[in-house]
């Protein structure tokens, strides 16, 4: 057979054997490089890839506090948490967020509102943290989202304590509320302490003690699977519950003085003159807080924000009105402490007066005059002239300085950090305000609470809290126990005048209710059972043109004047001080009797009762 030449073994032996030697070392290659890698990852990398496969399974929840429960003097709760079914995303377990939030709205009703708020909220949420994107869910609702689950990766229904107040629109001035936290908001609070909390005190009492109720939150570590639901709880550390706070308010109280006003606007401030706690505070009309909570649409809100009544708005302590006559009693003290004017002296009243020089008339409101009066007929009738004729002798100055003791001009230092000043006119003021000289004849409008000079029906209501106290002062509180580092400063002293002052004045504003000429006697007066000290004003709203007399039923509504009460009881004893201001109506003193009779009457026939019983007592033994 013929040998074939073509073939070498030998070559093709060395080609393969060179192929198998060149694998060899791939292979060793290869080998070599995946122990490296192994030994970097193992050695090198431990301690960081570990950390990091430690986070992927075990993670750091935030246990939010509960917030701080807030009581009205006996007990009842004014705002509480509520259990609420919440529903809430977890973002790392949704791959397409915009098209699960569209599933959920074909589900259930979601506005543009809710989502906009979850979308901001969601972007500076922590790794695995629910964010809630609809609160309250009712029981249809939680069905549907349980039934379509499995369509809905990301999706929880949890639940959560949220923010409730029984009481709506009576406390919504004084107590406030809570609403979800905004960017402002945000870059100022410790985010420590509100990881996991979404509302924050937006005003009032909810705003002011803000970092007594919020609490501290706590934390636990949980273990999650590879979808992220948590399998169990590795440690807690509790969270530490908000402060509660218990108020000096009476809800009964509140309500009454609610009723007494029927609808219309204005405030009522009710003060304990032995304390100075806030038994009532009422801003009407008012609005519902509970709106506010988990965040209020655009169209409710834009609605509340741009009434023409301002529900919004706490005339309480934001409302700067003309004082009127109610300043008459301070101004009377401080014609005595002046030496201006003696208790006896007497001035002939025409009807009008004018000033040296001049021939405008400033009118009396009793066009007719009142004839030979003195500074207690003076208050009991509010007679304007003879308040006009002592302008002259005390001028601006000595007026601004004497009526700033009783809290004109500055805040109160009420526990709410919507308060105004008002305003008490000076010559440095004005010269500040308008570069222009102080004239006399603004100072014979002033010195009867009218022209420049305004104050809020707080301020009123501190100002005869004084005079009930003689002299005694108390700063205003809403809360009952001293919380040192959000404790007001106190802005006020006492007032040290002559008893025989205090008499003079506080007889003259007794006369104002229980005697036939005072100007409150034929409203509230006749059938009084116990001994109260009051004094009327009247604020114009728009100036009436000189010879006109005022008529209300020839101006619009928001035009006409507004009425004024400032009163204490009983006389020997007083128990209650308030002020009552209603815009562009009759009547505040009439609401006075009726939020005292509400209060006394009971009171004093309990005392009377005890009294009779224990002299029954007596009489047997």
């Not at 007990?75 to 609420?84: F, M, Q, V």
């Not at 000429?517 to 509230?524: K, L, N, V």
Request: no cysteine; proline share 5%.
């Amino acid at each position: 057979m013929p040998v074939n030449t073509l073939k070498d073994h030998k070559a093709e032996q060395r080609i393969v054997s060179i192929r198998v030697w060149l694998a060899l070392v791939f292979m060793i290659l290869l080998v070599m490089l995946l122990v490296s890698r192994l030994f970097y990852l193992q050695v090198v990398k431990y301690d960081e890839l570990a950390t990091q496969s430690e986070e992927n399974r075990v993670l750091l929840q935030t246990v939010p506090p509960v917030r701080g429960l807030i009581y009205d003097r006996d007990g009842r709760l004014l705002a509480t948490n509520r259990s609420s079914q919440t529903l809430a995303i977890v973002r790392e377990r949704v791959e397409d967020l915009d098209q699960l939030l569209d599933d959920i709205a074909r589900l259930i009703p979601v506005t543009e509102n809710e989502r906009s708020r979850f979308l901001e909220q969601i972007t500076r949420s922590r790794p695995f943290e629910s964010v809630p994107l609809k609160f309250r869910l009712n029981d249809k609702q939680v069905a549907l989202i349980a039934v379509n689950q499995f369509r809905l990766p990301g999706v929880e229904i949890n639940a959560e304590l949220v923010r409730e107040y029984p009481e709506g629109s009576s406390f919504a001035h004084s107590v406030g509320y809570v609403g979800r936290i905004n960017e402002r908001e945000l870059k100022n609070l410790d985010p420590a302490l509100y990881t996991g909390t979404y509302t924050v005190g937006k005003i009032g009492l909810e705003r002011f003690y803000e970092p007594a109720l919020i609490g501290r939150p706590g934390y636990q570590e949980v273990e999650v699977n590879a979808r992220g639901r948590v399998t169990r709880v590795l440690s807690r550390v509790n969270p530490t519950p908000g402060k509660d706070l218990q108020l000096y308010i009476d809800t009964d109280l509140q309500n009454a003085a609610i009723k007494a006003m029927d609808g219309r606007r204005g405030s009522v401030v009710v003060l304990d003159p032995k304390t100075g706690g806030v038994m009532a505070m009422v801003s009407n009309p008012a609005f519902d807080p509970n709106l506010f909570v988990t965040g209020i649409d655009y169209v409710t809100f834009n609605d509340l924000n741009t009434d023409i009544e301002k529900p919004l708005y706490n005339r309480a302590t934001l409302g700067e009105y003309p004082p009127a006559s109610t300043i008459k009693p301070l101004v009377a003290l401080g014609l005595l402490a002046n030496n201006v004017v003696d208790k006896n002296e007497k001035i002939y009243d025409k009807g009008w007066f004018q000033l040296p020089g001049s021939d405008h008339r400033f009118r009396n409101w009793n066009r007719k005059g009142d004839g030979w009066i003195n500074l207690s007929q003076a208050i009991l009738r509010s007679n304007d002239t003879f308040f006009y004729k002592m302008a002259e002798k005390m001028g601006i100055d000595r007026l601004h300085d004497f009526l700033s003791q009783f809290g004109m001009g500055r805040e109160s230092g009420i526990d709410i950090h919507e308060e105004r000043t008002g305003l008490l006119p000076s010559t440095e003021w004005k010269q500040g305000a308008y570069g222009q000289p102080w004239y006399p004849g603004e100072t014979v409008i002033a010195i009867i609470g009218q022209g420049y000079m305004l104050s809020t029906p707080m301020q009123l209501a501190e100002s005869v809290t004084l005079i009930a106290n003689r002299g005694k002062h108390v700063q205003p509180r809403l809360v009952k126990e001293d919380i040192p580092e959000l404790q007001s400063p106190e802005w006020g002293h006492d007032i040290e005048l002559d008893n025989h002052y205090w008499d003079l004045v506080i007889s003259g504003m007794e006369k104002v209710v229980s005697y036939n000429r005072g100007t409150a006697y034929w409203r509230i007066g006749r059938d009084l059972k116990y001994r109260m000290a009051g004094k009327t004003g009247t604020a114009q709203v728009v100036s009436i043109p000189q010879g006109e007399e005022y008529d209300a039923e020839k101006l619009k509504e928001f035009e006409r004047d507004h009425s004024l009460f400032v009163a204490f009881a009983p006389i020997e004893d007083p128990q209650i001080a308030m002020a009552v201001v209603l815009e562009n109506s009759n009547g505040a003193a009439n609401v006075a009797r009726d939020v005292m009779d509400f209060y006394l009457l009971p009171r004093l026939a309990r005392a009377e009762q005890k009294k009779t019983s224990a002299d029954n007592k007596r009489t047997t033994q």
